[in-house]
């Protein structure tokens, strides 16, 4: 079955790292979108980055410079490189692929920042 499925949140410091992945299973999806999402209390399902099948990336303005995105589409990946993490980026962090009208959504993992 087709399924998206991430790794990599956890408990941090401000100021500190931390890498999520995102691992696609049941077919290729070289011709998706890649997108993580962040669901934090209070707001609504924002999106955080964005990097298109050509490899074309975009970032909300809160994380511009500190985080990456990037795929690997041998092992239809995403990865989400967040550096100088803070508080607000406190939330559950959410993976989609999207082609056309088709998104597809994992379950998310959870990133705490202490301050």
């Known amino acids: 079955q087709v399924q998206l499925v991430e790794s990599g949140g956890g408990l941090v410091q401000a100021g500190e790292s931390l890498r999520l992945s995102c691992v696609g299973s049941?077919?290729?999806?070289?011709?998706?979108?890649m997108g993580w999402y962040r669901q934090s209390p209070g707001h609504d399902l924002d999106l955080v980055a964005q990097?298109?099948?050509?490899?074309?990336?975009m970032y909300a303005d809160s994380v511009k410079g500190r985080f990456t995105i990037s795929r690997d589409n041998t092992e239809n990946t995403v990865s989400l490189q967040m550096n100088s993490l803070e508080p607000e980026d406190t939330g559950d962090y959410l993976c989609?692929?999207?082609?056309?009208?088709?998104?597809?959504w994992g379950k998310g993992t959870r990133v705490t920042v202490s301050s």
């Open positions: 049941g077919r290729s999806f070289s011709t998706y979108a």
């Open positions: 989609s692929f999207t082609r056309g009208s088709v998104s597809l």
């Open positions: 990097i298109t099948s050509d490899g074309r990336t």
